[in-house]
């Protein structure tokens, strides 16, 4: 299906060039990364900056493909591509070969693929799709259940290899939602409950619950404007409180305060939700939805990392927030990360001259830690310049999505600037010791087809629906 207007004058240029540049210096430290004191080619195939030339020159190729088809094809055929991916996942847990303790790639000759990053693009469109078809209204409740399948499905099925990596990035399309209208305080409850997970690790959760308990209060206060009822129910809280508190001690029963504190905060909640439904007084039953929801989710928080995440998972979040310090073992690749950067100095070492780079004291130098190689071989100019060309890439996206006059490639548009964005963000964050390491690459720049390939099908795929800028297409 090929469009019969003249498009390639609508190209947005300085999209395609960035892409470029960034691939070339990626290939560059990908070489750099891998290259053996012994004289090779850089046509050697057998090494990984010559797989990534094929790779590359493969992408090109795509990109090419993707932008040579009619922009409606995509619309027509989104959920057909969905249903694909949804099958392709799951068959990957059947057949697929399972490397470094994940069943995410399938196997062909000398080369792997990775499905979950093609279901990324796929399920962008499948949402675009969604959110433009006729009648949907994202505040209207069986409309944010069909959005939130739609989001949710793959990377459920993708934590099931397990791949936590890949599976938080979903759940970035948030952003989306949030650009089309979602509301505000649900994006506020979120963040909240981001900072609640990691205070519950930091914290003791007896604290964290008076906490809560008090701000509460203080809440309940500012929307009753009645100090007595708000005494009232303070002391009722602290009285039950004592009075378990009084059991536990000479019972000797040994309840924790956590528990002690939930006794006596949830009858109580009980209560007031009971009376608020009542007297119709349901802005004070959200504060204390708000509030159970809260201490939920605190005890969510020991199932998710006792139950969820993998021992070395659960490691590497607690050496990030300091909460352990183990450098030969699970802290090593952050901290041979942070010296290789550090050494790097402000013009770097030189390229192919990085001490920590040619000696590999860095496992995954090429794919999750290759900014590690930038850091070190071009220092703080080499790490800049990266930094700003992701960033212009990422303010030239929402540019191109601001002033589409069609809601899907709006909405496409953005689905791809909050991957993107997660990328970036995470990786980077990850090789200089402020995020856990969850192992997700760095877009363009990382050695891997699949990754290539799906951030080229994200862009080409926009950059296609946004040379038919002028067409209303849905």
């Known amino acids: 299906m090929v469009q019969r207007n003249n498009i390639y004058a609508n190209i947005d240029w300085i ?12 290939w560059m430290n990908i070489y750099s990364a891998n290259i053996m004191e012994a004289d090779t080619g850089v046509f050697d195939f057998s090494q990984r900056f010559g797989k990534q030339i094929i790779w590359i020159g493969a992408g090109i190729l795509f990109a090419v493909l993707l932008f040579i088809l009619d922009a409606k ?22 057949f697929g070969k399972e490397i470094h303790g994940a069943k995410s790639w399938f196997v062909i000759g000398g080369f792997q693929l990775q499905p979950s990053e093609f279901a990324k693009p796929v399920t962008a469109l499948a949402l675009a799709n969604l959110m433009t078809s006729h009648n949907y209204n994202i505040r209207k409740f069986t409309h944010l259940i069909q959005t939130g399948l739609i989001i949710l499905f ?3 099925l993708i934590l099931l290899q397990p791949d936590l990596g890949s599976t938080i990035v979903y759940f970035a399309l948030i952003f989306v939602l949030f650009r089309e209208g979602f509301s505000a305080n ?15 690790l930091l914290l003791d959760k007896a604290l964290i619950l008076l906490i809560l308990v008090v701000v509460s209060l203080m809440i309940y206060l500012f929307a009753v404007r009645s100090l007595k009822k708000t005494v009232i129910n303070a002391a009722w809280t602290a009285g039950v409180f004592g009075i378990l508190f009084g059991i536990n001690y000479f019972t000797e029963t040994n309840f924790s305060l956590f528990n002690l504190g939930l006794a006596a905060v949830i009858p ?76 790097g100095g402000f013009s770097g070492k030189g390229y192919l001259n990085g001490t ?35 960033l212009g890439l990422l303010l030239r996206m929402i540019m191109l999505a601001e002033r589409q006059r069609s809601s899907f490639s709006r909405i496409f548009g953005y689905g791809f600037i909050s991957i993107l964005f997660t990328h970036f963000l995470i990786n980077i964050g990850m090789t200089i010791g402020l995020l856990p390491v969850i192992g997700i690459p760095l877009p363009f720049f990382s050695y891997g087809g699949s990754s290539l390939w799906a951030f080229t099908m994200f862009l080409f795929i926009f950059l296609r629906l946004d040379a038919n800028r002028l067409e209303l297409l849905r």
């Open 356 to 390: 920590q780079t040619k000696l590999h004291f860095v496992p995954e130098q090429s794919t999750d830690f290759i900014f590690c190689t930038v850091g070190e071989e071009w220092g703080f100019l080499g790490t800049t310049f990266i930094i700003l060309l992701y």
């Open 73 to 94: 094809f995509y619309i027509y055929f989104s959920y057909f591509f969905y249903a694909i991916l949804i099958l392709v996942l799951i068959g990957v847990l059947v």
């Open 154 to 156: 793959p990377p459920l």
């Open 268 to 343: 109580i909640s009980i209560v007031l939700a009971v009376k608020g439904f009542i007297t119709r007084e349901y802005g004070h039953m959200k504060i204390l939805a708000g509030t159970v929801i809260a201490i939920v989710f605190i005890i969510s928080v020991n199932y998710v990392m006792n139950d969820i995440l993998k021992p070395h998972q659960q490691h590497r979040i607690y050496v990030t927030l300091g909460i352990e310090d183990d450098p030969q073992g699970v802290g090593y690749n952050v901290n041979q990360s942070k010296i290789a950067i550090g050494s």
């Open 15 to 26: 999209s395609i060039l960035i892409w470029l540049v960034v691939m070339a210096f990626g």
């Open 186 to 200: 649900i994006m506020l409850m979120l963040a909240a409950l981001g900072l609640l997970f990691f205070a519950t």
